[in-house]
């Protein structure tokens, strides 16, 4: 396989990944390659452990192993020097300020690489980052509106609008797409699209629609570990796989649900 320098593309590595909680292996010994330009899915039944990767890869719980993102070690940096270092994520519930309209919650959010004596709302006019941001996620006529009043789908945008003024260059993603419209999926997704090819994007996702779709490639998580890995169609040939997750999950794909 070419490596991910010779490609010229941003990449994060991942060896030996492993999080004991004392003794239980929620994360155990994976290793996984992730390339800027791919959304990559990442898969597997409750308590596989893909939320548990994404929390020590973002420094929330402690973890062994390696973790290298451009000659950093990941595992050795602290959580708001993850960030700093361009990694950021959304979490399986939101995290938006209610009461803060949805500029309030973008500054805020891009507030992580302004000096600390430049203080929020402090400043006149909007910041272009932020514009962008705005229009990308596709918030700007809702800009002056509590994020309290937003539509589910809107929120989770919102967030990813939080990761894009963070410059966020590796964007995990936690079940974003759960509980949206099919239309609003379809608009998540287009957004993960236009957004994902100057990133690296990892996404957590059950609806395998929704995966179908979008996914460029598919990592299974079971018991911990890496199950398989492939296109969804490889993946959806894989016995193992289909012995521990897809088999409900595929029925469904046959039936168009
Ligand atoms: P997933 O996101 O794939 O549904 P999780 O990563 O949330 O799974 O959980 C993986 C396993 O780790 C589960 O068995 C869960 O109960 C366990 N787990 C998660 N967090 C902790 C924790 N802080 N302490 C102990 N066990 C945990
Ligand atoms: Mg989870």
Redesign the pocket.
């Known amino acids: 396989m070419t490596a991910p320098d010779e490609l010229g593309v941003d990449y994060l590595e991942v060896r030996g990944l492993t999080?004991d909680?004392?003794g239980?292996k929620?994360?155990d010994d994976v290793d996984l390659t992730l390339l800027q330009g791919r959304l990559h899915f990442l898969i597997?039944?409750?308590?596989?452990?893909?939320?548990?990767?994404v929390?020590a890869l973002t420094g929330l719980?402690p973890a062994t192993g390696l973790a290298r993102y451009r000659n950093r070690d990941l595992l050795a940096l602290k959580s708001h020097q993850i960030v700093r270092a361009g990694i950021g994520r959304t979490f399986?519930t939101a995290t938006v300020f209610e009461q803060l309209s949805v500029l309030q919650n973008l500054d805020i959010a891009g507030g992580v690489h302004r000096k600390a004596w430049r203080m929020p709302f402090a400043r006149r006019g909007v910041p272009d980052y932020v514009e962008h941001a705005l229009e990308t996620i596709g918030l700007t006529d809702l800009r002056d509106r509590p994020a309290g009043i937003l539509a589910h789908g809107q929120k989770q945008w919102l967030e990813i609008g939080m990761l894009l003024v963070q410059d966020a260059k590796v964007m995990f993603l936690?079940e974003t797409v759960a509980g949206m419209s099919q239309e609003e999926r379809e608009a998540t997704g287009e957004l993960l699209r236009r957004i994902g090819q100057e990133r690296t994007t990892v996404i957590?996702e059950h609806d395998m629609n929704f995966v179908r779709s979008f996914a460029d490639v598919v990592t299974v998580?079971h018991a911990?570990k890496v199950l398989a890995e492939g296109s969804l169609a490889e993946i959806q040939a894989d016995a193992r796989v289909q012995e521990v997750y897809l088999g409900r999950a595929a029925t469904a794909i046959e039936e168009g649900v």
Do not use: H, R, Y
């Not at 597997?44 to 990767?53: E, F, V």
């Open positions: 999080v909680f004392d239980f929620a994360v597997g039944p409750n308590g596989a452990g893909k939320t548990t990767l929390d719980v399986q936690d957590i998580m911990g």
